[in-house]
């Protein structure tokens, strides 16, 4: 097996600088544990805060050492689900999306690894102020939502600050990483590993429906937007400044842009929209992918990708040392 040898890999026991994005729904236990088999960590996706599918989604990790992660602003309506996840032993937890103040001290206080994704050099000071143990910085490539730092930049930019101010931070990259040249740019920017999400989001172990798969396939990376309008459509109350990445399509034809018009119908178009996701329709819901669609050509195995990416990144990192 390929190894990438990073501070996170000897930090955190791994063989593979790569932790798994903890996707809303499609990121569960059976991807997780795959991750974590191969040699990266893999996070369950919290999501809204379904405890109920959170408890399945460890039995379905099989024991295997696996982390979680919680949309932040959602945990505030429900922190018991922190508080039950952590009785779960996972080996980190990753905040995103809100302030992580008010769960730092339980999150390190069960011994778990606390990780912070950022989208803005502010989010980077407040996760170093709660003492994360880990900064992602999640530029707007990324898929699902975020904001509208670019990866390159802004990846530099945080590992400049932490080197500075709080050294022993590990950093990882989001955002656009979808192979080993990916993860190669992430290390010579400056950070010791990535997260990946869509590459991940497009395995076999991901709980996404076929139908989206084969979107993914067929979509190059100029196929995605950031919107509203999947949220609108969800009623979910989303906090100003972050937009979604998703696959262009009917959907979004139809309601970018019109954001006012949609809030109106929400009430009606929000049953439509859920049993269009539930039935996989690529074209009348949001598939939930990024700009990396354009560097995927088929539905693997998550240890699989995992691998390669390593020996792509070494092989990259080698030929320009």
Not at 225 to 238: E, S
Not at 271 to 282: L, T
């Amino acid at each position: 097996m390929t190894t990438l040898a990073t501070r996170l890999t000897r930090s955190w026991n791994l063989k593979h600088p790569v932790l798994s994005a903890p996707m809303a729904f499609a990121g569960g236990g059976e991807l997780a544990a795959a991750v974590s088999r191969a040699g990266g960590l893999g996070l369950i996706g919290g999501g809204y805060g379904d405890p109920a599918w959170l408890e399945e989604q460890f039995d379905a990790a099989r024991g295997q050492s696996v982390g979680v992660g919680f949309i932040t602003w959602s945990l505030r309506k429900s922190p018991s689900l922190l508080t039950d996840a952590l009785k779960r032993k996972p080996v980190a937890v990753m905040l995103s999306f809100g302030d992580p103040r008010p769960f730092a001290v339980e999150i390190h206080a069960a011994g778990a690894r606390l990780i912070c994704q950022c989208q803005d050099m502010e989010h980077v000071q407040d996760a170093v102020d709660v003492g994360a143990d880990a900064v992602i910085a999640q530029g707007a490539e990324a898929g699902g939502h975020g904001a509208l730092r670019g990866g390159i930049t802004f990846t530099a930019e945080a590992a400049d600050y932490l080197r500075v101010n709080a050294p022993d931070t590990l950093l990882l990259a989001a955002g656009g990483i979808a192979d080993g040249r990916g993860l190669a740019a992430a290390l010579m920017l400056g950070a010791d590993g990535v997260l990946m999400g869509t590459r991940l989001w497009a395995s076999r172990e991901a709980l996404v429906h076929a139908r989206h798969h084969e979107a993914i396939i067929g979509t190059d990376g100029d196929g995605t937007i950031r919107t509203r309008v999947p949220d609108i459509a969800r009623q979910l109350p989303w906090p100003k400044g972050f937009t979604a990445r998703i696959r262009r399509n009917a959907f979004t034809n139809r309601w970018h842009g019109r954001e006012d018009e949609l809030e109106k119908c929400a009430p009606v178009e929000a049953p439509r929209y859920r049993k269009a996701f539930a039935e996989g329709d690529p074209e009348n819901t949001a598939v939930w992918f990024g700009e990396a669609a354009g560097l995927i050509h088929s539905i693997e195995p998550a240890g699989t990708i995992l691998e390669r990416a390593s020996a792509e990144a070494s092989a990259c990192l080698k030929r320009y040392a």
